[in-house]
């Protein structure tokens, strides 16, 4: 089990968390939701020994202390951390990703259990042994991230904010898979702004607010409570979820799409959200995916000629966007 007590945190004269204080069982979920800024990210890099805490912080992976231990030592004590953005090797295959998780000592041995208890989680990771980690969707790259993160054989696993710029379904799918992590043994603390989905699958709840944590409780407990209904599942819908919407349509319409009606598709959609969220970084990601998808079939000549070809079909997309704010606008 993991114990975090009066763990302090500074960016030079930002002090960016205060005393948080939290434990983690092995076999259960617990989630921490907080605003964007509250401190989630800086937590889990603080324990996993990416940030240094102040005097006074406490850190026991199984009884022992990790404070200011490396990184990779804090992995051999039984913690795993999948960071924001997956950190994956976008360049190796499947396989070789999850063989990189297995360097830590005591995943050695057991490399081949937990190889196979991965792919039973993820079944969909033994199909695609083979293909190059960057050419898979988000949700595929997350379950690699996990896996490879599961093969270094934790007893308690981190993840930051997993469901960013996944469809509220492939969020589900990915969540289910969670639970199944947690009933293999595995303690999950789970980082995340989707309130309401990690909520359903968690044990228990922290809440953070400014860098302290301000509640806790059973899942089902917080779900129900105004206060956090008010905060995190009424009408503040989580950051990724208002923009991502319009998008995840796009990758859900399958390759077999021309790219003129997936363009129209997100210019409907994101009039309906708001048409300053086409210009945003993600979107931009996503319209990106969706063209390289859409271009998986072909073979570009040269590397600069794909790269021309996606920024064009990019250029496209916004266009088209801001032609149905436009013609919508008049209506
Ligand atoms: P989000 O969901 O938006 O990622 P968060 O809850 O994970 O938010 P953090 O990223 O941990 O929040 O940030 C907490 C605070 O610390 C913020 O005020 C942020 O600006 C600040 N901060 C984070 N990383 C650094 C850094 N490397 N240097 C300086 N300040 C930082």
């Not at 988000?138 to 981190?158: C, K």
């Not at 044990?203 to 509640?215: A, V």
């Amino acid at each position: 089990m993991i114990k975090v007590s009066d763990l302090t945190l500074s960016y030079g004269a930002h002090r960016a968390l205060e005393n948080v204080s939290l434990e983690v069982d092995r076999g259960e979920i617990c989630v921490i939701l907080g605003a964007n800024g509250a401190g989630k990210s800086s937590l889990l890099k603080a324990i996993a020994g990416m940030e240094p805490t102040t005097n006074g912080t406490r850190i026991d992976v199984n009884g022992l202390s990790i404070v200011g231990l490396s990184t990779d030592k804090i992995v051999e004590t039984g913690l795993a951390l999948v960071p924001e953005g997956r950190g994956i090797f976008g360049d190796l295959t499947v396989a070789e990703n999850l063989k990189l998780g297995a360097y830590a000592k005591r995943a050695r041995a057991s490399e081949k259990q937990n190889l196979d208890k991965i792919l039973q989680i993820f079944p969909k990771l033994a199909e695609r042994r083979t293909q190059i980690a960057r050419t898979m969707s988000g949700g595929e790259q997350q379950m690699v991230a996990i896996g490879r993160a599961l093969m270094s054989n934790p007893d308690i696993l981190m993840l930051d904010e997993p469901s960013l710029g996944l469809s509220p379904l492939l969020t589900k799918e990915l969540f289910k898979s969670l639970r199944d992590v947690r009933d293999s043994g595995v303690g999950i603390l789970l980082v995340e702004q989707n309130a309401k989905q990690s909520l359903a699958i968690a044990d228990r709840g922290y809440l953070m607010e400014n860098g302290h944590i301000t509640g806790q409780g059973p899942a089902a407990q917080l779900a129900n409570d105004p206060a956090v209904q008010a905060a995190y599942l009424g009408g503040a819908t989580p950051k990724q979820q208002t923009p991502m919407a319009g998008l995840l349509e796009v990758e859900d319409m399958g390759e077999t799409n021309t790219l003129g009606i997936d363009a129209a598709a997100l210019a409907a959609r994101a009039h309906k959200i708001q048409i300053g969220f086409v210009k945003s970084q993600r979107i931009k990601k996503k319209a990106k995916k969706a063209t390289q998808k859409l271009n998986a079939g072909k073979k570009p000549n040269s590397k600069n000629r794909k790269k021309a070809k996606l920024a064009k079909h990019l250029k496209t997309i916004i266009k088209a966007a801001k032609k149905a704010a436009k013609a919508n606008a008049k209506i």
